[in-house]
């Protein structure tokens, strides 16, 4: 009697195991089987069997493998070794496996196998599970070719830009060479209107010839080979340089400098870049500063970054466009209307570099009058993901 009920009491356990295994299945988002170690079918689900169209087939759980993979060989565009001996010997590698695999009908198929291990730590099967990745290929590939697009398209506005920029550069050299040849007393005397005229053709060319170094600039800095070049920067070099270099324009327009510059660790980044960024602002605030005003840099650690402000009395920036200048070709109304030459790309540009550099560049009211234009970078320099090419910017 109690011989009896202990081999049913041992079928009952089996039978349980079963079925939870084909529960655990069954919830799986991906089509399943198992194989035992002696190739034979242990469980298989719904999922499986309706993609390879196994109902044909005998997969009840202790039926032999070989019709199984077989079946499933058979749907693959390039038929694999379909021998349930290569699969199971395949199982006995230990390995984790993943592969892709076109079926005939056009669908792709990821499939996975991992061994499966006994209590004892021996090998005693494996899982085989299979996804329909067709859709997400496909979506993979459309992205690639628009990509590829976009590369294309990106090669050709570099080309155009590099290509008008020098083609508009040339004639505009000449007309500044004449404008410079017809000032010289030793061509003449000018009467008053017409050195009126030869003024405003000077200021135009060079309005024309600030627009130029914005395109050159745009090509190159979007170009995807040209990388940010990271060295140990002093930053009072850096700003005083800064400051020095723009010496001339901020004395011509009667504007008052102050520099102050905290001691404070060396910053990594591009030096050639961030003198760029300080340059484009240094001489946004000459621009718009009247005779008579301040300009002033200041820097100072922050934490873990070296923030850089500099300061205007000038006409300021209205609060509504205080994201927009950053965008490119974008001024504020009182710039746009007041007569104030420029692109609004030096602006784009110069957030452009920042930001590849980790840190970011925002503009806020001065006290009293004008605007402070604030570099935040980080101390340690860009991150792994921030050195890329422009894109918001130019």
């Known amino acids: 009697m109690h011989g009896r009920a202990r081999p049913r009491a041992y079928r009952e356990r089996v039978d349980r195991a079963r079925d939870r295994l084909q529960a655990v299945l069954e919830a799986l988002p991906r089509a399943a089987i198992v194989q035992g170690g002696d190739a034979h079918v242990v469980a ?31 749907r693959f565009a390039v038929r694999p070794d379909p021998t349930a001996a290569r699969t199971t010997a395949l199982a006995a590698r230990r390995v984790h496996r993943v592969a892709e695999f076109p079926l005939a009908d056009g669908r792709i ?39 590829a697009a976009l590369a294309e398209l990106a090669r050709r506005r570099n080309e155009f ?23 010289d007393p030793a061509s003449g005397p000018l009467g008053p209107e017409q050195r009126e005229f030869l003024a405003a053709i000077r200021r135009n060319a060079e309005r024309m010839a600030s627009v130029i170094t914005a395109l050159l600039e ?7 080979r040209r990388r940010l070049e990271c060295a140990a920067v002093d930053v009072a070099r850096l700003v005083e340089h800064a400051v020095l270099d723009r010496m001339p324009t901020l004395t011509a327009a009667g504007v008052f400098t102050v520099l102050r510059c905290e001691p404070g660790p060396p910053l990594r980044g591009d030096e050639h870049r961030l003198a760029q960024v300080l340059d484009n602002l240094l001489e946004n605030a000459a621009k718009f500063t009247p005779s008579g005003g301040r300009v002033g840099i200041d ?25 927009e200048i950053f965008s490119g070709f974008v001024r504020a109304p009182n710039a746009e209307h007041g007569g104030f030459p420029g692109t609004g790309l030096g602006l784009a540009f110069s957030r452009d570099i920042v930001r590849r550099h980790g840190g970011d560049l925002t503009v806020s009211d001065a006290p009293g009058r004008g605007a402070v234009f604030t570099v935040r970078l980080p101390t340690e320099g860009p991150g792994p993901d921030d050195d890329t090419e422009g894109t918001d910017g130019p």
């Open 218 to 224: 745009t090509a190159v800095l979007r170009e995807p």
């Open 109 to 147: 198929i990821r499939r996975e196998t991992a061994p499966l291990y006994d209590p004892d730590g021996r090998p005693s099967g494996s899982l085989w599970t299979a996804e329909d990745v067709t859709e997400t290929k496909r979506r993979e590939q459309a992205l690639h070719r628009a990509n």
């Open 44 to 74: 298989v689900n719904r999922r499986f069997i309706e993609m390879f169209a196994l109902d044909g087939v005998d997969h009840s759980p202790g039926a032999p493998l070989g019709p199984v993979v077989d079946e499933v060989a058979g």
């Open 161 to 183: 830009l590099a290509s008008a920029s020098h083609n508009l550069r040339t004639p505009l050299t000449s007309v500044l060479s004449f404008c410079d040849l017809l000032a």
């Open 299 to 323: 820097a100072a650690p922050d934490g873990d970054a070296w923030r850089i402000e500099v300061t205007d009395s000038g006409i300021g920036v209205p609060a509504e466009y205080r994201e």
